[in-house]
């Protein structure tokens, strides 16, 4: 049955699907398709006002010294981190994957991790993942916001080759791996990359990455490489036939091949360091089209794809005499949550209608967020969406300004102490100075993204399955054969990855996940029990306040 691909919807207006997107996603063949350094002392964040689920955002505790028992550990000198984007947990035992396999036996794997920001969406996750830090500090909220009484998209190529994203993280003052992993090594090279999401590659190097790069139709109908201008690649890099697709006609994986293939042309003619890549196909069509884990012979064969790129990166790192000296990172920037129910635009529409005022932009997906032009309206808008008593909002928020810009619970179905103080955590990680002023989360199953899209999968907000993402880390200085069920959130990536390469995560908002490493100093144990009495809590309720959605 053939299938048309629809933008995601905001404001009421659908987005333009790009050229790529369009011709990527329909025109196939086939059917759907990280010595541990010490660090400065690092003060402790402002708490945010209004919730104490607030303060699980702060930066790191106080550096204390390494014991002086624990033995050296040589820090891993590569760095392999892969997002599947919108993968969701489950999808890595699907089926007998052998590289994914034994890589899980030569490191540790974390059961409950999750984005623990909004929007949980591609351009944030990404952001969160090269910066350590939640969107409160990094600046991207989404795919687009409200701005100077205008919306400020990213939904665009032209956009984001102008350095808008990148910009922004500069104007944020936050630091990316990419930065302090080249302020210590500055003749390595970083190297950032995805299939057509631009918007995933771009972020995650940064503006330190040397080389930014993405795919989009080329001339005589091929698929080739582009680079964002200022992080533009060795010309060999993006010239080898096995890098460039004949057409855009591609089957399942296809895309995510030639990403893996541009990966490797960046190891071998630039010898990468790092090396991070977005494989852009578990999103979609997998995810949005498919449906996810609804779709099990797809995520199948999208999975065993993966592993034989997996098997091809590391059989390189080996015959280059590094792959014992490489980090490998697999992850997520989102979860991915089948749809049972499409919430009609009218009850965000009617609610800001009815308060009297207008919304210069609506983010719809597992949750709303509406940004208003009267911000006092805010609470007339969360009562007046909670009204219309469609049994796929679950709760909703607005904005209130004193003592400092909060989140308050206005009401909702079914919504716990527990589950209020999770959706709160959440909800806070938007405040930049831009966030919106009302957050309706749908509940587990539910989507307010447009029903014309036809999508059988959705994400974005606070439900348990838009935010349960795999984390997986093997490599120098890691736990083998290790897992572990405690949280681990989006933000503790970064500074982990670094740690273990014997950079410190200077200014980093996230946690060193202690538990995945061989050797861990005391502060670094101190801080992330800490972190792990704190998230435990949420994730539970996040977790059961989904069961129990789905079943009513």
Request: proline share 7%.
């Amino acid at each position: 049955m053939a299938r048309k691909e629809t933008g995601r919807r905001t404001g009421g207006e659908a987005r333009k699907a790009s050229p790529l997107r369009s011709s990527i996603a329909w025109k196939r063949p086939s059917r759907r398709y990280t010595a541990i350094l010490l660090s400065s002392y690092l003060a402790f964040a402002t708490c945010l006002a209004g919730f104490t689920g607030v303060s699980l955002h702060n930066r790191s505790e106080p550096m204390a010294f390494a014991s002086s028992h624990a033995p050296a550990v040589s820090p891993a000198k590569f760095l392999v981190l892969i997002v599947l984007d919108g993968a969701r947990p489950d999808y890595l035992g699907l089926t007998k994957l052998p590289h994914l396999n034994s890589l899980q036996s030569r490191g540790t794997l974390f059961s409950n991790a999750f984005d623990g920001i909004l929007e949980s969406e591609t351009p944030t996750g990404h952001t969160t993942l090269s910066t350590g830090s939640p969107p409160s500090a990094n600046g991207i909220l989404g795919f687009d916001w409200a701005q100077n009484d205008g919306r400020y998209s990213l939904f665009n190529p032209k956009v984001v080759r102008s350095g808008a994203m990148e910009h922004i993280m500069q104007n944020a003052h936050v630091p990316t791996i990419a930065g302090l992993f080249k302020a210590k090594h500055p003749r390595e090279r970083v190297v950032a990359l995805s299939g057509h999401k631009y918007y995933a590659a771009d972020p995650l190097g940064g503006p330190s990455a040397d080389a930014i790069m993405y795919y989009a139709p080329g001339s005589g109908g091929r698929y080739v490489p582009q680079a964002i201008p200022g992080h533009v690649p060795p010309a060999s890099v993006m010239d080898g036939k096995d890098v460039i697709g004949p057409n855009t006609h591609l089957g399942d994986g296809g895309e995510d091949s030639l990403a893996t293939n541009l990966a490797l042309a960046a190891f071998k003619h630039m010898r990468a360091h790092i090396i991070m890549i977005n494989y852009p196909e578990f999103d979609w069509p997998l995810g949005h089209v498919d449906g996810g884990n609804l779709d099990r012979k797809d995520a199948v064969k999208l999975m065993q794809n993966f592993d034989s790129d997996l098997g091809k990166i590391e059989d390189a790192y080996r015959k280059a005499g590094v792959l014992d000296k490489t980090l490998f990172i697999v992850t997520a920037d989102h979860g991915m949550g089948p749809i049972k129910r499409f919430i009609p635009s009218t009850v965000i529409n009617n609610a800001v209608l009815q308060a009297g005022t207008t919304a210069p932009d609506v983010g719809n997906n597992t949750a709303a967020y509406v940004w208003l032009a009267d911000h006092t309206r805010a609470l007339q808008v969360a009562k007046n969406v909670l009204a219309a008593r469609d049994p796929g909002v679950q709760s909703a928020y607005y904005l209130s300004p004193t003592p400092k810009p909060h989140y308050v619970l206005a009401g909702g179905r079914f919504v716990n102490g527990k589950v209020n103080a999770a959706n709160i955590y959440m909800a806070n990680t938007l405040m930049n100075g831009h966030e919106p002023d009302v957050v309706v989360m749908a509940k587990a199953g539910a989507t307010f993204s447009s029903s014309a899209a036809h999508w059988k999968a959705d994400h974005g907000g606070g439900s348990w399955e838009s935010q349960h993402i795999p984390l997986l880390i093997a490599g120098p200085g890691v736990k083998q054969g290790t897992i572990v069920g405690q949280g681990a959130q989006l933000e503790d990536i970064a500074p982990t990855a670094l740690s273990l390469m014997g950079v410190s995560p200077v200014g980093m908002q996230g946690k060193i996940l202690a538990d995945a490493m061989t050797s861990p100093a005391g502060w670094q144990t101190t801080a992330r029990k800490g972190e792990i009495a704190r998230i435990g809590p949420l994730i539970s309720a996040l977790a059961a306040q989904d069961r129990y959605e789905m079943s009513h």
